[in-house]
Nanobody, 124 residues
Framework: QVQLIESGGGLVQAGGSLRLSCAAS????????MGWFRQAPGKEREFVAV????????SYADSVKGRFTISRDNVKNRVYLQMNSLKPEDTAVYYC?????????????????WGQGTQVTVSS
């Protein structure tokens, strides 16, 4: 089974950028649609971005559209989330996630594999 480990989180000032990485293990990574989710203090986990198995189709939450970019490298078994123009409201634990279809990978309750999460803190 695919296992996911996130990295790249940290503290950044508003307006800055971070790139999150998700390292995947297992030979079936390229068959998974991959998503990024986040959970802020006092809030439920929410969808951020998703990319299908071959990287051709992407979708974003309205709150991050135009600022965040999801990408994947199936040769390296990596998924990335480039975050630009960060805002304090982006502060959250960010989770890498995988599911068997593109549509399922958009829904928290339909995720098959979760990473452990990485903290992103955006200061004002």
């Amino acid at each position: 089974q695919v296992q996911l480990i996130e990295s790249g989180g940290g503290l950044v000032q508003a307006g800055g950028s971070l790139r999150l990485s998700c390292a995947a293990s297992g030979p079936t990574f390229s068959n998974y649609a991959m998503g990024w989710f986040r959970q802020a203090p006092g809030k439920e986990r929410e969808f951020v971005a998703v990319v299908n198995s071959n990287g051709a189709i992407k979708s974003y939450a309205d709150s991050v559209k135009g600022r965040f970019t999801i990408s994947r490298d199936n040769v390296k078994n990596r998924v990335y989330l480039q975050m630009n123009s960060l805002k304090p409201e982006d502060t959250a634990v960010y989770y890498c996630a995988g599911s068997t279809t593109y549509y399922r990978a958009k829904s928290v309750r339909m995720i098959d594999v979760w990473g452990q999460g990485t903290q992103v803190t955006v200061s004002s």
